[in-house]
């Protein structure tokens, strides 16, 4: 927490600039700060999950239509936002907002790994899959209509998304997507992950209903059980070699890609999870954070041990800013 404050200390002067302006008497620090989307809206900590704004989420200056938040994906000044009532974005670093064009229930939002310079964005809903070609002014739709998109990831040159019929990939930018693969049970796609190196090693994992985790060694053309059989998986995510299941029965770890699997609930307190979060500051280390139906928790160690964070709602997803750009080094004298 140390370095986190020094960090915040040395930037802080940087981002009133960037954001509201000097004259906002508490800006938004991002080394410090943390979203999460409740049931009814979006709440927003200052201090790294010390403590939250007491403002009624459903009233958030812009955010009255969006409902239940979904996701959220903070880049710095721009925030996007999915919920039950539709895309969002803000351009103060979460302060207000202004609806974009995307009715319905927004699931995820996925932006090209180069923004800044290639401004596409994915959003998947519940009618289908969305594409943008200019950060979010306008929206086309894509080769997946009419089925839910749950989930996307794009490693290049394919796209793959989760669907409510199966895991699909596009190698054109979303224009067409191939058939489901073979030996993923039928109904909707409601976690998947895939490797660091799917490239190269086209590994990832999904999870349909009730049915546990598939694995697919071949870039979704096949799949085979994984574990977790009866458990309803909602979400997935590495920490290195590590993969982590959020499930409907508590969080599990399995450290040789779905062999076995370690149920992690002490501090949880019978809590049941909705999303894992792990920072990517590199000072958070093994540090996490886990939405759940009674609140934030948090973890120093990779979730062996969990800690109530004093936010109580019914969280669905946490959020915060990425790392600032590394500081350049110095000339080497003479």
């Given at each position: 927490m140390t370095r986190r404050l020094l960090l915040a200390a040395a930037l802080g002067s940087l981002l009133p600039a960037a954001g509201a302006g000097a004259a906002d008497s508490n800006p938004i620090v991002t080394t410090l700060a943390l979203f999460a989307g409740t049931t009814s809206g979006l709440r927003l900590s200052r201090d790294w999950g010390l403590t939250w704004?007491?403002?009624d989420p459903a009233v958030r200056d812009g955010l009255e239509t969006?409902?239940?938040?979904?996701?959220?994906?903070p880049l710095?000044?721009?925030?996007y936002l999915g919920g039950e009532g539709g895309l969002f974005r803000s351009d103060d670093f979460g302060r207000t907002w202004e609806r974009l064009g995307v009715l319905g229930s927004v699931q995820c939002i996925l932006l090209s790994r180069y923004f800044d310079i290639e401004p596409i964005m994915f959003v998947g809903t519940r009618e289908g899959l969305l594409k943008s070609e200019d950060a979010g002014q306008s929206f086309h739709t894509t080769g997946l209509h009419g089925t839910p998109v749950t989930r996307l990831d794009w490693p290049g040159p394919a796209l793959v998304?989760?669907?409510?019929?199966?895991?699909?990939?596009?190698?054109?930018?979303?224009?067409?997507f191939t058939a489901a693969g073979e030996g993923l049970p039928?109904?909707?796609?409601?976690?998947m992950?895939?490797?660091?190196f799917y490239p190269i090693d086209p590994v990832l994992f999904a999870a349909v209903g009730s049915n546990g985790l598939f694995r697919s060694g071949d870039g979704a053309r096949t799949f085979k059980q994984a574990g977790l059989a009866d458990h309803a998986v909602l979400d997935l995510a590495w920490l290195g070699p590590f993969l982590y299941a959020v499930t409907d029965r508590g969080l599990y770890?399995?450290?040789?890609?779905?062999?076995?699997?370690?149920?992690?609930?002490d501090g949880l307190n019978g809590a049941v999870p909705n999303h894992i979060f792990f920072p990517s500051w590199p000072e958070s280390s093994a540090e996490a954070f886990l939405a759940t139906d009674r609140g934030i928790f948090r973890t120093p160690d990779g979730g062996q041990h969990?800690?109530?964070?004093?936010?109580k709602d019914d969280v669905l997803s946490v959020a915060a800013f990425p790392p600032p750009p590394k500081l350049g080094k110095g000339k080497k004298k003479s």
């Open positions: 704004d007491t403002r969006a409902g239940a938040v979904r996701v959220i994906v710095g000044p721009t925030v998304a989760a669907t409510g019929r199966g895991v699909l990939v596009s190698t054109d930018s979303g224009a067409t039928e109904g909707e796609v409601r976690a992950v895939l490797s660091s770890r399995s450290e040789d890609m779905g062999g076995r699997w370690t149920l992690l609930q969990w800690m109530a964070t004093g936010f």
